[in-house]
């Protein structure tokens, strides 16, 4: 894409910034922040304009809501009214349907991302949700994440949220659940190490590494999206479900046998092979 | 241990086998199987005796209980009366407090064991829990133990059960949770691929894993451990009350630094970062 007026609202952010880096060249790239102050500082380095959200969107090309998901919407309905109708207004919110909604309001030109990485990385080979709602110059991202390899996936928003509610929603919350019940149980990390498995420790680390996190984030994906309230329902009736399921032999063999079907077992039992013979020779080493 | 006559009941099932052909060698080994025709069938070709269980253990200086969770009781009561008093008697059930308590009525000798690898591995290296009741003859199945180079931790039935109620009993029973909400969700399995990250995907595949095993064994270590139960209903609560936690913001992230208290974060993380790393360097390749 070239010669465009790129506003980015929350540009000072981690991927505001990893966005302005990837598209200043052959572009003019203006930013917003928490402050003026705050934009002025992470603009100038890098000479690009800056100024309030409201301001910045006057006349831009294409304006990218970059804040967290918590004020997404808020932000939108903010700087909405003095976005122009022809300009490409576009968000790269884990959420979708709400967003989209908002940006519709105010523009001809609506596209809903979801880059699913973080602004750490590359993005070569990482995954992004497009969700193009009106207009067509949703194009010019396209090839802007095409020309940097990265892997697009299309659908609609709603979509887009249901699935993200099983990935991430259950994902996290059946963690959170699930070390909640292991500090509830107060045995200590020395007794729990004498009885661990390799499996055990790699749930239970990919669970530390979650609350290693920001709880804002985990936090407001469980709030924002709206269809992971019903997940986090599922998990407490699935639970209570299985409870009575379990005393019974013959009806779990045949729940066992039924979960089963929604996975690849064969697959999944080569992989995780592979992970416990690398976690048995290379991470206990250390 | 030399010139022992070590009567295995259950010696036809996966794990009797391997202890009988680890104990072989200078001791006199005899089996029992469902059927005498069984037990026969498996003795034969190592030169064994064989015969019910409740006939080979008269005149065992060892008895050892290598049977399914689900009838080992019911087999330490068929065979322990004739057990000699001065007969060690053992198990390697992945459930203690039943079993030991059992045990007890029968000899002044009794360990109980639970050795956590599949017999299909070499036991070096692998974790034994040792649960000495009664007398000190069980020094003798230490130094076994320790002859093959196996790691091993004392400890007590209900201390046993209750650790294990963690490390098996709530990750087998989140996995089974997690399980069935997605089978719920009705996405399908491409539709989750678009969307799935490194980590959901190892989640998801550990999930597999177990189910691409055997339900009863997973039912089994459910139903007849006595502390199990408790943790089903603390995955329930604690999804209730996180339910509640995470529509507060403020609650939310005290909540979720209070869990992290819990573990080891910056090992995991360091742990975790190797693991993805190889995810995306090797399994992804195939």
Known sequence: MIDQKIAIVGGTGQFGQHLGERLEENNEIVISGSSVERAKEEAEPHGWGYGEGKEIVKGADIVIISV????????????????????????????????????????????GMHPMYAPSNSIKGQKIVMCPEKGKKWSVMEEFWEEHGADLHFTDPKSHDKATSIVQGLMHFSELVMADVIRKSELSTDEMNEYSTPIYQLITDLT?????????????IQNHNPEIEDVREEVVDSAEELREV????????KKFEELGESFDLEGAQERTDKVIEFLSNDVRDD
């Open 68 to 111: 967290p998901i918590a004020v997404t919407v808020d932000v939108i309905h903010e700087v909405g009214p003095n976005v122009s109708d022809s300009a490409l207004l576009c968000d790269v919110t884990s959420v979708k349907q709400k967003p989209v909604e908002a940006m519709k309001q105010y523009s001809d030109e609506v596209l």
């Open 208 to 220: 530390a590494r979650m609350l290693n996190q920001k709880a804002e984030l985990y936090g407001s």
């Open 246 to 253: 379990i005393k019974d032999d013959e009806e779990f063999s």
